[in-house]
T-cell receptor, first 116, second 112 residues
Framework: EAEVAQSPRYKITEKSQAVAFWCDPI?????LYWYRQILGQGPELLVQ????????DSQLPKDRFSAERLKGVDSTLKIQPAELGDSAMYLC??????????????FGPGTRLTVL | DAKTTQPPSMDCAEGRAANLPCNHS???????VYWYRQIHSQGPQYIIH???NNETNEMASLIITEDRKSSTLILPHATLRDTAVYYC?????????????FGRGTSLIVHP
């Protein structure tokens, strides 16, 4: 069964360092989502892509976070510099959805980030 | 913006039905309600979605009130493996797009 792949699964870094997370969605899924989930809370959408275009990044802290999906397939989320408050699970999801409709989101296993 | 309200926690005996409520009083007329669950340390998993009519699949049933202001997810025969956080989700409008919005969810504990 096709799955969303994420790497690394765990990342420990010191504050002020740069970190990057990678996501490979299910083949053929045009929409890709990056979420941040702080312990005890629900996932918060950071950025949503439709193919290579950003659909929404209103919750992305753009002073330190960036996301790209250059060829409309896999995606990278970067944090520079990392802060203590960035410690969280970073989840990637993909779906077949097209504008105005909705399809099931398939989530990856996530990357657990710890900032020391 | 549409948002949802769920009880923070519930418990249920194994083999009994688990009924998980959700309030979404600000949902727009053409927007669906979606349910996901998240088992500890895993990514969320889709369960079911609906618009107006009640829906059923192999995992659960979804009952939506006639005014669409609330819904209930029903796990007819809960098992220990159904212990998870359950999220009721609606989408918010952002420009020309619709953005899924998770709340804090309901932590369901199924006990023997």
């Amino acid at each position: 069964e096709a799955e969303v792949a994420q790497s690394p699964r765990y990342k420990i870094t010191e504050k002020s360092q740069a970190v990057a997370f990678w996501c490979d969605p299910i083949s053929g899924h045009a929409t890709l989502y990056w979420y941040r989930q702080i312990l005890g809370q629900g996932p918060e959408l950071l950025v949503q892509f439709q193919d290579e275009s950003v659909v929404d990044d209103s919750q992305l802290p753009k002073d330190r976070f960036s996301a790209e999906r250059l060829k409309g397939v896999d995606s990278t989320l970067k944090i520079q510099p990392a802060e203590l408050g960035d410690s969280a699970m970073y989840l990637c999801a993909s779906s077949l959805s097209i504008a105005g409709s909705y399809n099931e989101q398939f989530f990856g296993p996530g990357t657990r980030l710890t900032v020391l | 913006d549409a948002k949802t309200t769920q009880p923070p926690s519930m418990d249920c005996a194994e083999g009994r039905a688990a009924n998980l409520p959700c309030n979404h009083s600000t949902i727009s007329g053409n927007e669906y309600v979606y349910w996901y669950r998240q088992i500890h340390s895993q990514g969320p998993q889709y369960i079911i979605h609906g618009l107006k009519n009640n829906e059923t699949n192999e995992m659960a049933s979804l009952i939506i009130t006639e005014d669409r202001k609330s819904s209930t997810l029903i796990l007819p025969h809960a098992t220990l493996r159904d212990t998870a956080v359950y999220y009721c989700i609606v989408r918010r409008r952002s420009g020309g797009s619709y953005i899924p919005t998770f709340g804090r969810g309901t932590s369901l504990i199924v006990h023997p």
